[in-house]
């Protein structure tokens, strides 16, 4: 299957420091990328849509100047959770759609753990 | 917006014995149902899914079973084993490149 990679896989952090997580599709291209937000014993819920060359589409409530997206090319997103706080510790992980195929199967990164201290 | 409710959210069974988990949707738009498995603190993986289409589709121990009408769908493990253990969720979506709503999860035990 499709490979999503996500890197870094564990970040720690000063509070209103900035954090960058990149999103890779490493054997396909993905004009869509997904960005979920998952806390402990939850379930995961979406941040926002990141597409390739125009602007991310955010959920309702999440704070589109605080959790940055840029997709800037087929096989890469980012999101970059500025002025970071406590409460901004999750686990983060993207998924991708691979466009070579009709199937409606999202593909997930291995995730990224963010501490913020 | 689509609204996915599963059950249980916990589920202990012992080896060998079968496992179900139920979900319902609310958006009649939604025609692709995946289930993920999530072990503790990796990514979810694809498991099985089904199309609206389709009434049921099976993979070896795995089953998932659709009932459009009901707005209902099922995943069934039979011939539990201990490395079936795991977080398990259901999701629903248009598809296309509309989101993915997910449920809540299942957390699932199979003892030994």
């Known amino acids: 299957g499709a490979v999503v990679s996500q890197h870094p896989s564990r970040v720690i952090c000063k509070s209103g420091t900035s954090v960058k997580i990149e999103c890779r599709s490493l054997d396909f291209q993905a004009t869509t990328m997904f960005w979920y937000r998952q806390f402990p014993k939850q379930s995961l819920m979406l941040m926002a849509t990141s597409n390739e060359g125009s602007k991310a589409t955010y959920e309702q409530g999440v704070e589109k100047d605080k959790f940055l997206i840029n997709h800037a090319s087929l096989t890469l997103s980012t999101l970059t959770v500025t002025s970071a706080h406590p409460e901004d510790s999750s686990f983060y992980i993207c998924?991708?759609?691979?466009?070579?195929?009709?199937?409606?199967?999202?593909?997930f990164g291995p995730g990224t753990r963010l501490t913020v201290l | 917006g689509e609204n996915v409710e599963q059950h249980p959210s916990t589920l202990s069974v012992q080896e060998g014995d079968s496992a179900v988990i139920k979900c319902t949707y609310s958006d009649s738009a939604s025609n692709y149902f995946p289930w993920y498995k999530q072990e503790l603190g990796k990514r979810p993986q694809l498991i099985i899914d089904?199309?609206?289409?389709?009434g049921e589709k099976k993979d070896q121990r795995i089953a998932v079973t659709l009932n459009k009408t009901a707005k209902h769908f099922s995943l069934h493990i039979t011939e539990t084993q201990p490395e079936d253990s795991a977080v398990y969720f259901c999701?629903?979506?248009?598809?296309?490149?509309?989101?993915?709503?997910f449920g809540i999860g299942t957390k699932l035990q199979v003892i030994p």
């Open positions: 998924s991708a759609r691979d466009l070579g195929h009709s199937t409606d199967t999202q593909y």
């Open positions: 089904i199309r609206s289409n389709v």
């Open positions: 999701a629903a979506t248009p598809g296309g490149y509309q989101k993915v709503t």
